[in-house]
């Protein structure tokens, strides 16, 4: 039963564009969303959250969107840089715990 | 500020035998979560200890898993006997309080890597 959904595995895309990351819950539960980077032969690393009482955050370049009637959170990268190039997993926790649940993760390729 | 370490970074084995992996948290850092990271799968927490009580361990296959955190520090985490399924990264993290989902502040480790043939 997978609680947190990335449903797109991988996305390429050139630098200076806009890279567009997708992620989709069912538990109504969640409150709270984050996102984090990995790269290759490292521990996920802390990007951005959201709290379920927004619909938007920015953090410089990084911007995430939470649509809690679709139960639907986007992360925006404005513009992508190479070093951007990394898995990008979203993550839900609820009010009752703070256990996080894991996507399976997006790739993403910025292209110089 | 060091960060989480964790030993080996690789590790092979074939079924059935044993492994064991080691994780020692920020220093500070009151909770420490073991994470299973199977290829192409998000992170899937197997166990969080609150100092050295455990507070969640329900994803953890007691049958074959086991874990421990002496003295609230230092962790390891055994596996035995090893199956094929149990190839992944295990990834060893830690926060300061126990609700770092509010804040990011969660901490993860480079991982070990395990493969068993």
């Known amino acids: 039963d997978q609680q947190v959904k990335q449903n797109s595995p991988s996305l390429s895309v050139q630098e200076g564009r806009i890279s567009i990351l997708n992620c989709d819950y069912t538990n109504s539960m969640f409150d709270y969303f984050l996102w984090y980077k990995k790269y290759p032969a490292e521990g996920p690393t802390f990007l951005i959250s959201?709290?379920?009482?927004?619909d938007k955050n920015e953090d410089g370049r990084f911007t995430v969107f939470l649509n809690k009637s679709a139960k639907h959170l986007s992360l925006h990268i404005v513009p992508s840089q190479p070093g951007d190039s990394a898995v990008y997993f979203c993550a839900a926790s609820a009010a009752a715990g703070n256990k996080l649940t894991f996507g399976g993760g997006t790739r993403v390729l910025v292209k110089p | 500020e060091a960060g989480v370490a964790q030993s080996p970074r690789y590790k092979i084995i074939e079924k059935r035998q044993s492994v064991a992996f080691w994780c020692n948290p920020i220093s500070g850092h009151a909770t420490l979560y073991w994470y299973q990271q199977i290829l192409g799968q998000g992170p899937k927490l197997l166990i969080q200890f609150q100092n050295n009580g455990v507070v969640d361990d329900s994803q953890l296959p007691k049958d074959r898993f086991s874990a421990e955190r002496l003295k609230g520090v230092d962790s390891t985490l055994k596996i035995q006997p090893a199956k094929l399924e149990d190839s992944a990264v295990y990834l060893c993290?830690?926060?300061?309080?126990?609700?770092?989902?509010?804040?990011?502040?969660?901490?993860f480790g480079e991982g070990s890597r395990l493969t068993v043939l």
């Open positions: 959201i709290s379920s009482i927004k």
């Open positions: 993290a830690s926060s300061r309080s126990g609700r770092p989902t509010t804040t990011g502040e969660l901490f």
